[in-house]
C-alpha cells in the first residue's frame, strides 16, 4: 500500500534551516509529481511546493521563493524540502503528497503523510 | 491568484441529514479543476472529489460533488456519524493552486 512518512521537523530559531524529508513506498516513485502542502495551527490548508518526475519541473508559493528548494531523489524513492532563513509565519505541519495520476500534474493529491510539525520560534 | 471562498464556515446537523457545502471561485476554474478534501482532527487530508465531480477511490457514493465556472457544491446525501469534519475546495486550473478556507460540518 501507499505509503508516505515525514521526517526533520523540529523547532528552530528565526534565520535558521531544516530539512524535511518524505519517504515513499507501495508505488512507482518516479512516476508522480510529488507536493509539500502546510497547514498552520488552527488554519487552512497552503501549497508549497511541487516537484515533477526529475529536477526540472518544480513549482513554489510566493511567499518562500528563494528560501526553500525542493528537491527529489528517485533511487532512494524520496522527497526533500530544504527550509532556510525560517520565519515565524513559517510555521506549521508539512504534509508530503503524492499527485492523484501518473505521468502528468494531476493537481488533485490523493495519498498524504501524516504530517511534520515545524516550529519557527525565539 | 483564484481565491476560493467556502460557506458556510459552520454547518451544525444531526446525522441522517442531507447537506450541501458551497465553494465559490473569485475567477472561472479552468475545465472544473475543482478538489474537495476531508479533514478530521489530528489528520491529514483525505482526497473525495476532483475534477469537480468525480469520486476519489473508495469514497462513499453520498459523498457527490457538483459545479462548473466560479460555482461548486460538495453535498453529502446523508450524513454518516464518521462525516462530521473540516472540508476544504481546492483548484488546480491556475497556478498558484489554492485552498479555501474550509467548512467545519458538527455535530448539532
Known amino acids: 500500500q501507499v505509503q508516505l512518512v515525514e521526517s526533520g521537523g523540529g523547532l528552530v530559531k528565526p534565520g535558521g534551516s531544516l530539512r524535511l524529508s518524505c519517504a515513499a513506498s507501495?508505488?512507482?516513485?518516479?512516476?508522480?509529481?510529488m507536493s509539500w502542502i502546510r497547514q498552520a495551527p488552527g488554519k487552512g490548508l497552503e501549497w508549497v511546493s511541487y516537484?515533477?518526475?526529475?529536477?526540472?519541473?518544480?513549482y513554489y508559493t510566493d511567499s518562500v521563493k528563494g528560501r526553500f528548494t525542493i528537491s527529489r531523489d528517485n533511487a532512494k524513492n524520496s522527497l526533500y524540502l530544504q527550509m532556510n532563513s525560517l520565519r515565524a509565519e513559517d510555521t506549521a505541519v508539512y504534509y508530503c503528497?503524492?499527485?492523484?495520476?501518473?505521468?502528468?500534474?494531476?493537481?488533485?493529491?490523493?495519498?498524504w503523510g501524516q504530517g511534520t510539525l515545524v516550529t519557527v520560534s525565539s | 491568484e483564484i481565491v476560493l471562498t467556502q460557506s458556510p464556515g459552520t454547518l451544525s446537523l444531526s446525522p441522517g441529514e442531507r447537506t450541501t457545502l458551497s465553494c465559490r471561485a473569485s475567477?472561472?476554474?479552468?475545465?472544473?479543476?475543482l478538489a474537495w478534501y476531508q479533514q478530521k482532527p489530528g489528520q491529514a487530508p483525505r482526497l473525495l472529489i476532483y475534477?469537480?465531480?468525480s469520486r476519489a477511490t473508495g469514497i462513499p457514493d453520498r459523498f457527490s460533488g457538483s459545479g462548473s465556472g466560479t460555482d461548486f457544491t460538495l453535498t453529502i446525501s446523508r450524513l454518516e456519524p464518521e462525516d462530521f469534519a473540516v472540508y476544504y475546495c481546492?483548484?488546480?486550473?491556475?497556478?498558484?493552486?489554492?485552498f479555501g478556507q474550509g467548512t467545519k460540518v458538527e455535530i448539532k
Open positions: 503528497a503524492r499527485d492523484g495520476a501518473p505521468y502528468y500534474s494531476s493537481g488533485w493529491p490523493n495519498y
Open positions: 507501495g508505488f512507482t516513485f518516479s512516476d508522480y509529481y
Open positions: 516537484i515533477g518526475f526529475s529536477d526540472s519541473n518544480k
Open positions: 475567477q472561472s476554474v479552468t475545465s472544473s479543476y
Open positions: 475534477g469537480a465531480s
Open positions: 481546492q483548484q488546480y486550473g491556475s497556478s498558484p493552486w489554492t
